[in-house]
């Protein structure tokens, strides 16, 4: 099982190369996963593509953890979308359903 981050650069540019990026031809692992990957994150405006130049970007937590030190969660809305959730997250796991949580955590590791 891996810990994964999707993070979406706000710029819609520049991505992740490491472990688990898009551009994972050298990373089988990624590979075995990505059916698995995709149908999970293909939910409305939030719909990952994989293997695509758009901003959006998967990354093992551990890389992510070890990399930055502020996070700001958004979502954007869809009509489509009857009902959202939002928690604020403050040093904490959540196990709400992926894409529908929004907050934020500034210097809390």
Known sequence: VQRLARLRNPWGYGEWIGPWSDDTDSYPERDAYDEEIGARFRVGA???????????????????????????????????????????????????????????MGGHR
């Open 46 to 104: 939030e719909a990952a593509e994989i293997n695509r130049s758009d901003g959006t970007f998967f990354m093992k937590f551990e890389d992510w953890f070890a990399r930055f030190t502020h996070v700001f969660v958004g979502v954007d809305f869809s009509s489509k979308q009857e009902q959202w959730h939002s928690r604020l997250m403050n040093n904490e796991t959540t196990d709400m359903r992926p894409c529908l949580w929004t907050g934020g």
